[in-house]
């Protein structure tokens, strides 16, 4: 070994290189696995039995679920369900029901899906279309909340909770809410007058991003995609008047230029300190903003409808919300379509809202005065809710939202003008349900 | 080396004395055969979890990823892709020529993020090198309170990424102390260069104790007595940094900076977390998470150009890195010949 210490000093290295490389190879080659995807032929499976069950969802941070089983396996001693908690975040939510399902865990008997994921488990064949023996009365829930777990015309999941966008402002600065976007933009001299900043949504490059951006174009009467989901439809002038809505905004400086870098935090945070005079948000901000000790507006804010494009004609908000459904796996789907009537039942739809805030999916609750009482944006997130339109109902979604994203970015940063930003909008979320790539 | 030392053992354990050599051959087979079944477990344990998952994801690569049967809005699987997939980033062709892949879609982020990942290894190791050195060679001189500097160096180290992604998310924000201290209305998560620069800075500032740690155990296996050689005949400090320290050094240095660079190649958690990919700080691991939610085929062959682009980066180093070690060892050889 003394003899050439150079050759076998180097020869060493080499293999650490491939040992290194190796090692990356792994961390890599872990992402690429089980590429498996059900499709139809795997219809059919489990079984239409009673008996006990899972239910799966994300971390129940105001921890309403646990109760709401409780009083199920009171009553259903033999057809008890567990709950299984995922982390809080929605991505590793997503990714974990997406390899439970391919392997075709049978333990994942009802599943909490964000309303964005739906067509997606549905078109893998993941879900229990809720059709024959599981058709499920959705008479008493709000539209918006139906269509977004309603894929191909068939019913995937039953939504459990729901949420759309309120517009929030300071009513000792404006006494009336503007009922138009236009409206409000010429408050914003308000706002210059008293040196705050006049209007912002949610416009960091993240899904909240996609949410604000087909809000405009909806409001403005586009649409991001075809009612049967396989055009997309953004080279309309309808869908430029709600994108350049937002622009011209950032160019006006009607909304603050940092408001590219805002996630819901931090418009929450600024409308709190006094320095916003409209946000747009979801309405977990009501109770902070006026609970929060650090919330200067405790006493001076209003909650609105989002503004119309037209008068007489409320926002069109992106919906947000949950839905239940059942996985194909089941062996005891019978139990499981069940347990998700009962999760959409009145009790547990009002303790929910009373316990943890959660927006109901029936629409007379929304209307119960001692309900108001206790939480007076009702009337208003029902109005929100009622003109809502889901985020694109594709199972390509993850896709179509980074079309959104990255475009609409572009185009709010002004590194875009709006018909570039829009034409490469169009182009890519085609592309994005032509193929998946 | 190795192979003799095996022999040893073997005709120990089997406790039989040296014999003929006839006798001596059929021994040599046998215990090569004790050799292969004792070493068996770990080539089945790395088949295992190196080579099946690698051949897994490069046969996926050549698959198409599952597309929707119009008729019945099911997925159905996808079949034999030759090349597309590859096609598809090396050449943005989204299905109708190079170059077709319109912005926002992922197809069309490869080159940007293969040359931002690079942008960030480029200056962020050599940044990090540079703090590194400085503050490996602080912390070798002997002084009061070397241990606690010593120590607080490596918090930065110590915080997991995530964590300190979001601290300096906190500090980059418009109302973030980053702007309160600078004076200045930055947008340091919007478009165009500082979101870049907010990343090599948290980098930087994460990973530099790193290179000083690697560093300083190099420093400190460089005997005193070569200093004070130097220092009698008269190189003044300058000179010693360069013809002692720097040569003497640079074995543990190589070994840092292919580390750090490798690493960086590899960078998602981060930018992930403190820009989410906005004005283009899309690393080549997050195209390849971003991927993997909407194809897995297609991420299987950009995983396996990731893999292919870090493995060359890799060889360049360590050829680099080995001809310089050889040449070092080979007066030494000289020497004990």
Same mark, same amino acid.
């Given at each position: ?206 899904? $909240?991003?996609?949410?604000?951006? *087909? ?6 009467? =586009?649409?991001?995609?075809? %009612? +049967? #989901? &396989? ?21 006006? $400086?009607?909304?603050?230029?940092? *408001? ?6 931090? =418009?929450?945070?600024?409308? %709190? +300190? #006094? &320095? ?27 909650? *609105? ?6 008068? =007489? ?125 | ?337």
């Amino acid at each position: 070994m003394f003899g050439k210490p150079g050759t076998s000093f180097a020869t060493r290295k080499i293999s650490f290189t491939l040992a290194l490389a190796a090692t990356g190879v792994l961390a890599l080659g872990a992402c690429g696995g089980g590429g498996d995807s059900g499709g139809s032929a795997d219809a059919a499976k489990g079984g239409n039995t009673t008996g006990p069950i899972t239910y799966v969802q994300g971390k129940d941070n105001s921890g309403i679920v646990q109760p709401a089983i409780d009083k199920w396996n009171a009553a259903h001693p033999d057809q008890k369900v567990t709950l299984k908690e995922q982390t809080d975040q929605a991505d590793q939510q997503h990714d974990d029901l997406v390899q439970n399902f391919q392997a075709k865990n049978a333990d994942y008997d009802v599943v909490s899906v964000d309303n964005i994921w739906t067509s997606e488990f549905a078109a893998k064949g993941w879900l229990q279309p809720l059709t024959g023996d599981y058709s499920l009365d959705t008479s008493t829930l709000l539209p918006a909340t139906v269509t977004a777990e309603t894929y191909n015309k068939t019913l995937y999941a039953a939504p459990t909770t729901s949420d759309g966008g309120l517009l929030y402002y300071r009513k000792d600065l404006v006494p009336t809410p503007p009922k138009t976007w236009d409206e409000m933009m010429s408050m914003c001299s308000i706002a210059k007058q008293n040196g705050i900043d006049c209007y912002a949504g949610q416009y960091a490059q993240y899904e $909240g991003l996609t949410v604000n951006v *087909a809000e405009a174009i909806n409001t403005f009467g =586009g649409s991001i995609l075809s %009612e +049967d #989901g &396989k055009t997309a439809t953004l080279d309309t002038p309808e869908a430029k008047a709600g994108l350049d809505a937002l622009v011209k905004g950032f160019q006006d $400086g009607d909304i603050p230029k940092q *408001a590219t870098t805002y996630q819901e935090e931090q =418009g929450r945070q600024s409308f %709190e +300190d #006094g &320095k916003l005079l409209f946000l747009r948000n979801w309405p977990y901000v009501y109770s902070l903003a006026k609970t929060d000790g650090s919330s200067t507006v405790k006493e001076t804010f209003g909650v *609105a409808p989002l503004p119309g494009a037209t008068d =007489g004609k409320t926002g069109a908000s992106s919906l947000g919300g949950h839905a239940a459904g059942i996985s194909v796996y089941s062996d005891h789907k019978k139990t499981a379509f069940e347990f998700i009537k009962f999760l959409q039942s009145e009790e547990i739809q009002k303790d929910w809202l009373t316990k943890g805030s959660a927006a109901p999916v029936i629409a007379s609750l929304y209307d119960d005065p001692t309900l108001v009482q206790q939480f007076p944006y009702l009337p208003e997130l029902k109005t929100s809710i009622e003109n809502a339109v889901p985020r694109p109902v594709t199972p390509f979604y993850p896709a179509v939202t980074k079309a959104i994203q990255d475009n609409a970015f572009s185009a709010l940063s002004g590194s875009k003008s709006t018909d570039a930003a829009l034409s490469d909008m169009q182009k890519s979320v085609q592309n994005a349900i032509s193929g998946g790539q | 080396m190795s192979t003799t030392s095996g022999v040893a053992t073997g005709e120990f354990a089997q406790g039989k004395p040296p014999l003929d050599p006839g006798k001596r051959k059929s021994l040599h087979d046998g215990s090569g055969r004790k050799a292969a079944v004792l070493i068996a477990p770990t080539i089945v344990l790395l088949a295992i979890v190196i080579l099946y998952p690698v051949i897994s994801a490069v046969s996926q690569s050549f698959t198409k990823d599952a597309g929707l049967d119009p008729a019945t809005g099911m997925f159905v699987q996808g079949g034999f892709a030759g090349v597309t997939n590859y096609k598809l980033w090396l050449l943005q062709d989204c299905g109708s020529g190079a170059f077709s892949c319109p912005p926002g879609t992922l197809g069309s982020q490869f080159w940007t993020a293969t040359g931002v990942t690079f942008l960030f290894t480029v200056v962020a190791v050599s940044l990090e090198t540079l703090l590194g050195f400085t503050f490996a060679l602080v912390m070798h001189r002997k002084f009061k309170g070397r241990a606690i500097l010593r120590a607080s160096v490596l918090v930065p180290w110590a915080i997991p990424t995530a964590v300190t992604a979001k601290l300096w998310y906190f500090i980059f924000a418009y109302d973030g102390i980053a702007n309160k201290i600078l004076g200045t209305e930055i947008l340091w998560t919007g478009d165009g260069w500082p979101p870049k620069a907010a990343i090599i800075i948290a980098d930087t500032w994460k990973t530099a104790p790193f290179m000083a740690l690697l560093i300083l155990a190099g420093l400190q296996v460089i005997d005193e007595s070569v200093y004070e050689a130097a220092k009698m005949d008269g190189a003044t400090a300058w000179q010693r940094f360069k013809h002692i320290t720097l040569p003497l050094v640079r074995p543990a240095l190589m070994v840092a900076v292919l580390f750090r660079t490798l690493d960086t190649l590899r960078m998602y958690d981060l930018p992930k977390i403190l820009t989410g990919g906005a004005g283009d700080t899309s690393t080549l691991s997050m195209l390849v998470v971003d991927q993997v939610r909407t194809g897995f085929n297609a991420a299987s062959a950009l995983s396996t150009l990731t893999f292919l682009i870090v493995f060359a980066v890799a060889f360049i180093f360590i050829k680099f890195l080995g001809a310089n070690v050889t040449e070092q060892r080979a007066p030494k050889t000289k020497k004990a010949a």
